[in-house]
């Protein structure tokens, strides 16, 4: 079965500086990975997907992410935070032959300090 | 343009009481989804449909009876709420691949009294 982890519940920047959100995967198979935004109040917003292309995967908003085989990570990276990063980040894995179904992590809050 | 929406945005109700989630996608996929985030953001699939039929029913109660009409709605019919089924639910559509992505409606927050 496909799981996906991610490590922190909680990251705090400030403005101008790195974003690293951080996700761990686990897949018998060849996995698709997205990382989903879900501002307050708001639905969830696709941020990048991997669907097993370039292993470096580029999204809107400036983040990019990378599919790591051999440390079964998928780590969401920004180089310069905007107050406006600030929300709820979901890593998610699809499960295999279940028609699109997304198991996703638990979350991970990004705040963004001015 | 919306593409996918549903209605009601929030939804007050008391214990025992039937409601309805409303869900329609203009995106033209043959796959919606019920997804639903409990207090503590989590979120968790509850139904996926493939072209009105129902692929994935994800030991869901009973009280919880999805129904779809046509390939572009997806309702969501709830009996006899109880406190626990507060939470948000969100419609989704999508490929129905496990490479294509879900896109989401904006949410319901229900609330049971």
């Known amino acids: 079965a496909q799981s996906v982890t991610q490590l922190d519940s909680h990251v705090s920047v400030s403005e101008g500086t790195p974003v690293l959100l951080r996700c761990n995967y686990s897949?018998?198979?060849?996995?698709?990975l997205f990382w989903y935004v879900q501002h307050p109040n708001k639905g969830l917003q696709l941020l990048l997907k991997y669907t097993s292309a370039a292993t470096l995967v580029k999204g809107i908003n400036g983040f990019e992410a990378e599919f790591k085989k051999s440390e079964t990570s998928f780590h969401l990276t920004k180089p310069s935070a905007h107050m406006s990063d600030a929300a709820e980040y979901f890593c998610?894995?699809?499960?295999?032959?279940?028609?699109?179904?997304?198991?996703f992590g638990q979350g991970t809050e990004l705040s963004v300090k001015p | 343009d919306t593409a996918v929406s549903q209605t009601p945005k929030y939804l007050v109700t008391q214990m025992g009481n039937d409601k309805s989630i409303k869900c329609e996608q203009n995106l033209g996929h043959d796959t919606m989804y019920w997804y639903k985030q409990d207090s503590k953001k989590f979120l968790k699939i509850m139904f996926s449909y493939n072209n009105k039929e129902l692929i994935i029913n994800e030991t869901v109660p009973n009280r919880f009876s999805p129904k779809s009409p046509d390939k572009a709605h997806l309702n969501l019919h709830i009996n006899s709420l109880e406190l626990g089924d507060s939470a948000v639910y969100f419609c989704a559509s999508g490929g129905g691949r496990e490479d294509t992505e879900a896109f989401f409606g904006q949410g319901t927050r229900l609330t049971v009294v």
């Open positions: 998610v894995v699809s499960a295999e032959n279940q028609g699109g179904k997304l198991i």
């Open positions: 897949s018998s198979y060849s996995p698709s």
